[in-house]
């Protein structure tokens, strides 16, 4: 039997899915992304659970400014885990508080460092 729950939960897992075709040999989705490319996609997705247009998100906000709760950190972290294939603490929409600096942030931990940064990482 299908439940209405059975669906939520394959919906759920079908966001999550990992893309394996973008598996890089270092077991990273996305190696080398820059600082840029990362804001870019990680200002879509902070706007999606905000459920505002990405243009109303300013990388450079800290997002406890748009009311971020626990639960939308807390799905935004395992996004970006599933994204890029990379273990991250559940803080760390904390510990960098704004889409800028947690994506100077990722693209370090991914080798792309700050170039193409759009500014910096505060």
Known sequence: MHTDT???TDSTADAFAVD???????GLAMPGRTARELEAWLTERVAFHLHRSPRDVDPGTPL?????????ALSICGEIE???????APTIVYDFP?????????A???????AGDAGTAS
């Open 64 to 72: 406890a400014d748009y009311g971020l709760d626990s639960v939308a």
């Open 98 to 106: 704004t889409v800028r600096a947690i994506s100077a942030h990722l």
């Open 20 to 26: 394996e075709s973008r598996t890089a040999a270092s």
């Open 108 to 114: 370090e931990q991914l080798g792309g460092g700050a």
């Open 82 to 88: 599933q994204h890029l294939l990379l273990p991250l």
């Open 6 to 8: 059975d669906t939520v």
